[in-house]
């Protein structure tokens, strides 16, 4: 069994899943003049909204709660609080998944209160249903158990942090890794394959961070600095 359900997303799906997800805001009587991308997981979901609805006005916010892969900070905030006038516009306010939710209903009220847009609408790739706090207007895919997608554009950042949480625990038993060990390792914990080219630049990031120490073709776990 894993230790944290996860589930690797490739571009492919990226990009069928937000055509799906264009396809039932067009289906829709909603006409948004000004697609907002929250930042970041937005970010790809938002641009290729835009290409499937054919829309040319596209900002972004940056609303933020998870800052570490599968670890949610308390409090959702607005990090560059800045002010627009959206009077009379539809805004589609665009993310890749509501999970807990927090960030991007603030997000929304933020647009109303600050940019006074005549109508927010939400539209995510992802809906996890049991844990949110609310239904999204939009969503490609409905999710009834828990789990932590692996996008795309998060292969880096997520691949370090899984690996950092891995060795923080196993490197209590095992302070040497060679790297293959270390591949081996992840694949068990997290059931996922990023690559050995993600993998390795992973590895690279906790050398840099010094978590990782290269000694004679090995690794050596370090967690004393931290
Ligand atoms: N961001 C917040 N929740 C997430 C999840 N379950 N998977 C991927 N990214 C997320």
Known sequence: MAKLKTRLVTWDDVVSWSRGLAGKIRESS????????????????????CDFLLIDNLLSI?????????????RAVIKFPYKIDLSGRKVLLVDDIVDTGESLALARNYIYNNWSAEEVRIAVLQWISPVAKFKPDYYFMEVKEWVWFQYPW???????QLLKRLLKEEGKYKKEWSFEDLVNKFLEWYEIDVGKEYFKEAVDVLVRKGILKPEGGKYIVNFTGE
Request: glycine share 4%; charged share 30%; no cysteine.
């Open 30 to 49: 909603y006409r948004p003049d000004v697609v907002v991308a929250v930042a970041r997981g937005g970010f790809v979901p938002a641009r290729l909204i």
């Open 154 to 160: 998060t292969r880096l950042e997520d691949t370090y």
């Open 62 to 74: 940056q609303s933020q709660h998870w800052t570490e892969a599968a670890k949610a900070e308390d």
